[in-house]
């Protein structure tokens, strides 16, 4: 069965720097378009960013864009997310997902979910 574990996550100041990581098993990984979703506390799950199964595209969130970068390494069935210049509004349970096939937004587009990673930054 597919799994994906999330790692990085913890508490840092604003304008800090987090890097997570998310390890996928029991899939061929680079038939698998990946993204990385989170969701605030009273809050909905949401799309953060995304990236095809050859890494060539690559999506973000406009809350996200500019600061945030998605990358992947096939050889080692990872996905990393590198968060830099956070905000206390960054601040929620970071989510890794897979789907089969072309890079899409949309929660219901994706198949398999990691457990989720928190992810705290201070004022």
């Known amino acids: 069965q597919v799994q994906l574990v999330e790692s990085g996550g913890g508490l840092v100041q604003a304008g800090g720097s987090l890097r997570l990581s998310c390890a996928a098993s029991?899939?061929?990984?680079?038939?698998?378009?990946m993204a990385w979703f989170r969701q605030a506390p009273g809050k909905n799950r949401e799309f953060v960013a995304g990236i095809s199964r050859g890494g060539g595209d690559t999506d973000y969130a406009d809350s996200v864009n500019g600061r945030f970068i998605i990358s992947r390494e096939n050889a080692k069935n990872t996905v990393d997310l590198q968060m830099n210049r956070l905000k206390p509004e960054d601040t929620a349970v970071y989510y890794c997902?897979?789907?089969?096939?072309?890079?899409?937004?949309?929660?219901?587009?994706?198949?398999?979910w990691g457990q989720g990673t928190q992810v705290t930054v201070s004022s």
């Open positions: 997902a897979v789907r089969p096939g072309l890079l899409r937004a949309g929660i219901s587009d994706y198949k398999d």
């Open positions: 029991g899939l061929t990984f680079s038939m698998y378009s």
